[in-house]
């Protein structure tokens, strides 16, 4: 009885602080306040989501920022945890297509969530010999995924003991991996004999913000978390941030919008709350911090919490991109959610954009996400559409032009759907377009880039901060942090740290 009235007030006096309602921030709140923490979230835009944002439009809501999930089980197993069942409020569509992909040859290729049915398709489409060399590839994708996921993804420290135990199990994998180091590029360059299966499975490394020309064929996983399934969110991704949001609000977190925090306060090495902008201070000895963790080494939140990173944690930067959001009336190009619009040269795209120039002639990557009667686009049918280009960071002594930005931009997505096909009645305006400098002013810290550090080089896995620093009470969360960017991987890393201040308190 005294125990459980202790533990009672132990939460009862506990106040954790989270700056930033991304998805890690949320995913933080909703774990520690269902487990009776007391939570305060202070997040400087107007709602919830971070970079899981939309726009309005006739149609409906537009995601302008992630369109699907993978790894559905993480979100599943944590409203688990927390009481909740994740089907209660909202609606998951697995995707039958995971993507369409489509060449300047006018050859398209669909993949699936099957191995029978892509070696088929690819069969059909670059013949047995290509359809051959996809399966050894998907082999090595998914020994990857299996070899690293519970000791490096799935847990809150990259654990390197298992990995030499399981080493011998995977002595070839190794091999391939470290002793050869090659790109994703030139990996894929040898296992594929056609040009456009090059293209495609090496595009996968800008998922987490990387050049297939300089990212590391550990990469090669990417695909079978892909191909193991992708989930739309029915309503637009929004409504799982909202879900979040919802539930931990009932479990008596407060969140406080357009409320920016300007620093984070320390006395003797420890940290004692926040102060926002307009120079209010909130106590607590436990801060997490969800923006992009360059923030802090920038000084962007106070001078005191620099040293909780270093340098070769957030730098260099990862992709960041041009997005394009909105609503028309297409026809032309049989659209599914996911579709991949490819160049004629690769290697070019990804030149530029180190050069810091929008690419001259990108891959366009669209997500047609139909309106709220269909969830595919239909000809002549007002839909809601999301363009991304992949684009550099910004270069900080750059000078910024929207306008021409906008114009540059404009020019180039257009004339490729023309050129491909695709009609589109709109006329796009300034406001459809976000760019590098606009996703900067949203993240503070972030340069534009929106996987936090770059995944180049072998070792970047292990470069990225994790939960705890050296500042006692600060905790890192997000897809700048370990286990990386995406929805998921975002979401576990607000679940470890929620659970590394459970642990603290005895509480789990
Ligand atoms: C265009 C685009 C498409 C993407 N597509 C996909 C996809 O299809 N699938 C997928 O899994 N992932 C995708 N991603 C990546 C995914 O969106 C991110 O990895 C993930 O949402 C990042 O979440 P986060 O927890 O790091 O928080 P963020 O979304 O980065 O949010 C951080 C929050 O902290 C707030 N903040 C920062 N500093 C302060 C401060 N000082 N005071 C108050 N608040 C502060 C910010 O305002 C922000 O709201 C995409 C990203 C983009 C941009």
Redesign the pocket.
Known sequence: MTLLKDCKLILKNKKVII???????LTAAMKLSTSGVNVEV????EK?????RYFKSKAGPID???????MHKVFEDLFNSCGHNINENLDFIKEEIIARHWWRDGSTLDLYSSFEKNFEEIKKFAGHKSALEFEKFNKFSESLFDFFKDPIIMSPKPKIFPLFLNSFVYLKLLKELLIKNKNLYNYLNESFSDYRLKQLFSRYST?VGGSPFMSPSILSLIWNVECRGVWRVKGGMYNLAKEIEAIAKKSNAQFFYK????KILMKNNKIEGIELDNSRVIHSNTVI????PK?LLDG??GKDVKKAVSTKNVQKRSLS?Y?WSFSAKTKGLKLRHHNVLFNKNYKNEFEDIKKGEIPKDPTLYICAQGNNNDPYPKENVLGRF?I?INGSPISLNKTYNKQKEYTKCKEITFSILESMGLKIDLKPSEEML?TPKE?DL????SQGS??GRTPHGITSTFMRPMNRNKIQGLLL????THPG???????L??RHAAEMILKDLSLI
């Open positions: 700056i930033g309602a991304g998805i890690a921030g202070y997040e400087q835009h919830p989501g971070g970079k899981i302008a920022g992630p369109t699907v999930l993978t998922y409320s920016k925090v300007k911090f969800n923006g992009d923030a962007l939140v991109a997005v999301e991304i976000t996703f949203m993240f503070p810290g929106l996987y969360v997000g897809g700048g960017a995406g929805v998921p991987m975002a979401c890393s607000g």
